[in-house]
């Protein structure tokens, strides 16, 4: 069974610094990009940092030079590193990981971490 579990949520104050991190198990697909995706109540998901296996990354316009987006070495897990955070970057962020296998596509998302910034 596919899983990815995150970690590393939490409160904080506005300023501070967190890592999330999510542990992927079970990948019998070949990965073609990690990411991590954010949504807040009554809002719709959209994309914080994600990363290719090629290494190139992209970020939301929001988060660029606060935030960034590692892969482990054993390339099953990745890191979100959240600098100067806002009361703004509260949400429920989740992992996800898509790749391919025999010409289909996967697509798989954690159950979420909570981060609260508060001002």
């Known amino acids: 069974q596919v899983q990815l579990v995150e970690s590393g949520g939490g409160l904080v104050q506005a300023g501070g610094s967190l890592r999330l991190s999510c542990a992927a198990s079970g990948i019998t697909f070949s990965i073609n990009a990690m990411g991590w995706y954010r949504r807040t109540p009554g809002k719709q998901r959209e994309l914080v940092a994600r990363i290719c296996s090629g290494g190139n990354t992209n970020y939301a316009d929001s988060v660029k030079g606060r935030f960034t987006i590692l892969r482990g070495n054993a390339k099953n897990r990745v890191y979100l590193q959240m600098n100067s955070l806002k009361p703004e970057d509260t949400a429920v962020y989740y992992c996800?990981?898509?790749?391919?296998?025999?010409?289909?596509?996967?697509?798989?998302w954690g159950q979420g971490t909570q981060v609260t910034v508060s001002s």
């Open positions: 996800n990981v898509d790749g391919s296998w025999l010409g289909s596509a996967y697509d798989y």
